[in-house]
């Protein structure tokens, strides 16, 4: 397959155009998609005498969602299923403006799946004016230290993370300086505690007790409530294929009279733009790494004996992260704390804790890419084991901005280590490293959505007895969207559809089961999420 081999600096105008020309020829020539254009009320006798038109104006670039430009993110993003994805809607766009006569009998589905304008699906917020200001600046550039300042001092106010484990950070940090702050996320609720011990809360003006704060994962944050104050972390995951949905969400929905937003300069053009939409202005403020960061000239030469205190090894499976850890302890006599997305919060703060600690014997860490976002640790070299990682389907090059990301975490402002280093495993590696780390990524192209449950509902009503995998299909064939936005998927999502078609269920709850984030490898997991109702506990947020 073409698009598994492509770097992100290799895919340029004319290659997208090959691999463009090539998902065209089987829209002209194989069966699937004149049966989905039949099953969604076309007949065949239209799609026959329109698809050789529009490859032609594909062809000509006439249809700009589909010119090279607009592809080459979705490519990198996507693989050769995002230009796929997107030819039905467009092709329905062409033959409406072609023929609105022949495009007719699916005029009302498209308007059913009508995501055009996202920021009206949360109207009570359209109702404020809301200041924006958005934290834009490298790794370890005190962005969020600036944000969370503003919210420490709010009467009520929201900590939106990216990860449970920094929600957990927030919670710990706001309550132990004697600021009641909730947590939310898909596992649990607590309420303001520290070390276990419940925080005296002082009683509102209702005699209620107030509790100002809330740190929620993005996924839960709750946007019906008035907050003063509202911080959005890592905003440029807006962008990401399965989660960008609930960053976009956020973005249009909350209702605070002042939101913060923190991440990369790449979000700045997107952000603006959606903003711009709702005649709502962005002051951004621009920051600048604090202490150095450089990469090695020498890479470990393959040999874990290389490995030195204050190092942290990322690997991408977890599989790996167990077995770099018994090779470098077996190599070095160095013990390793691990930290990887599926430990729960307080494991992971634990092994970060004693990472930390410079008297606890754990010298070295190996995570995975978790560590990626605004965790603080002691690392004074990131050593990349790998600069691969497979995403599901095939081994894929990490972003830019993932390896700046992860690379930022040497050399944190006030740790043991204020000037970072970052490194490779294997020396031939180095040479990447060394080109993506100084390479500014591309601005980020669309943002995630989710369409509401409403609307998927509405849509359902016009194919009484589709499967839903196959229905969520017809929905996105139907959908309309602007080169702004792009409609997530979600991991697993038909096996998930399908495994629990033949149960009654709702379409709502259809739905929500198939964007919970079910671990489909466990048939026990995926039985008690469909045996147990509401959803909320299978959450992993
Ligand atoms: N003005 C400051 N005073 C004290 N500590 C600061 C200040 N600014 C930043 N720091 C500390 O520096 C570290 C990095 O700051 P912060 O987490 O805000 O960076 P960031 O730019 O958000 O980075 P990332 O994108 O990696 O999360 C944190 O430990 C933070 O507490």
Known sequence: MINEMINEDELDDHLARRIRSMVLKDFGSKAEYQNRCTDIGLSVSTFENYKDQFIQEVNDDAIPELNPGVLIPVILREGLEGVQNRLIPNFLGFLEKASPKDAAPVAMVRALADCRYPHEWNPASRLLQRKVIMHVGPTNSGKTYSAIQKLKKAESGIYCSPLRLLAYEVFVRMNREGIPCRLITGEERREPEVDGKPLELKVGPLGKPHIPLMASTIEMANISTKYDVAVIDEIQVLTDMQRGWAWTQALHGLRAKEIHLCGEPTAVPLVQRLFKVMNEDVEVRTYDRLGSLQVSNVGLGSKWVNIKKGDCVVTFSRN??????????????????????????????????????????????????????????????????????????????????????????????????????????????????????????????????????????????????????????????????????????????????????????????????????????????????????????????
Request: aromatic share 8%.
């Open 320 to 541: 790996m992260i167990f077995q770099v850890k018994r090779d470098i302890e077996q190599s070095t006599g160095m013990k390793c704390a691990i930290v990887y997305g599926g430990l729960p919060p307080e494991t992971r703060a634990e092994q970060a804790r004693l990472f930390n600690d410079p008297k606890s014997g754990y010298d070295v860490l190996v995570a995975s890419d978790a560590i990626g976002m605004g965790l603080n640790l002691n690392i004074n070299r990131v050593v990349f084991e790998t600069l691969s990682k497979f995403d599901g389907k095939a081994m894929r090059p990490i972003s830019i901005s993932q390896v700046r990301q992860i690379g930022g975490r040497a050399g944190r402002y006030q740790s043991a280590y204020d000037k970072g280093v970052v490194t490779t495993l294997h020396n031939k590696d180095l040479h990447h490293l060394d080109k993506h780390i100084n390479m500014l990524p591309p601005p980020l192209p669309s943002a995630g959505i989710k369409p509401p449950t409403n609307m998927i509902e509405m849509f359902s009503h016009q194919f009484p007895n589709v499967p839903f995998s196959k229905l969520w299909l017809m929905f996105q064939d139907c959908a309309q969207t602007t080169t702004d936005f792009h409609m997530c998927q979600f991991k697993d999502q038909k096996v998930i559809a399908d495994s629990i078609e033949s149960i009654p269920l709702s379409v709502q709850d259809r739905y929500q089961l198939m964007y919970a984030p079910i671990q489909i490898r466990d048939p026990d997991l995926l039985k008690t999420a469909v045996d147990v109702r509401p959803f909320k506990c299978i959450a992993r947020m």
